[in-house]
């Protein structure tokens, strides 16, 4: 039909922490979603999935961001940006981008994640 029903997915180690609104009938979805969780000291990355609701069959899987620890110490006041999509499965073609707004808050003992899941195209 040309248009998807996109939600996010954020994963923290791979276990789900956030899911966003869906967005009916787009290809450049607006959440403007702003969500803050605890971060274990010793985690590794954060995942951002765009999926596509599906009523009739599974979701599909758009495509993924992936943010790693290190990533995060490179950016100190946080990351802010467009960031490319990449594939999930390596026989799907991704194409599209998604704003986020990630930062990591607090100290060693007591570390919270902000994440701002802004639009996509």
Same mark, same amino acid.
């Given at each position: 039909?040309?248009?998807?029903?996109?939600?996010?997915?954020?994963?923290?180690?791979?276990?789900?922490?956030?899911? $966003?609104?869906?967005?009916?009938?787009?290809?450049?979805?607006?959440?403007?979603? +702003?969500?803050?969780?605890?971060?274990?000291?010793?985690?590794?990355?954060?995942?951002?999935? @765009? #999926?596509? +609701?599906?009523?009739?069959?599974?979701?599909?899987?758009? &495509?993924?961001?992936?943010? $790693?620890?290190? #990533?995060?110490? %490179?950016?100190?006041?946080?990351?802010?940006?467009?960031?490319?999509?990449?594939?999930?499965?390596p026989d +799907? %073609? @991704?194409? &599209? !981008?998604?704003? /986020?707004?990630? %930062?990591? /808050?607090?100290?060693?003992?007591?570390?919270?994640?902000?994440?701002?899941? /802004? !639009?996509?195209?």
């Open positions: 039909t040309g248009s998807s029903d996109p939600y996010c997915i954020v994963k923290i180690d791979d276990e789900a922490i956030i899911r $966003t609104a869906t967005v009916w009938k787009t290809l450049s979805p607006f959440w403007g979603e +702003e969500y803050e969780v605890q971060l274990q000291p010793n985690f590794h990355s954060i995942s951002i999935y @765009v #999926m596509d +609701e599906d009523a009739l069959s599974r979701d599909d899987v758009i &495509g993924k961001v992936c943010i $790693t620890r290190d #990533m995060l110490a %490179e950016h100190p006041k946080g990351y802010s940006g467009w960031v490319s999509l990449s594939e999930v499965d +799907e %073609e @991704v194409q &599209g !981008e998604i704003h /986020l707004r990630v %930062e990591v /808050l607090g100290s060693q003992g007591s570390r919270r994640l902000r994440c701002s899941v /802004l !639009e996509a195209r």
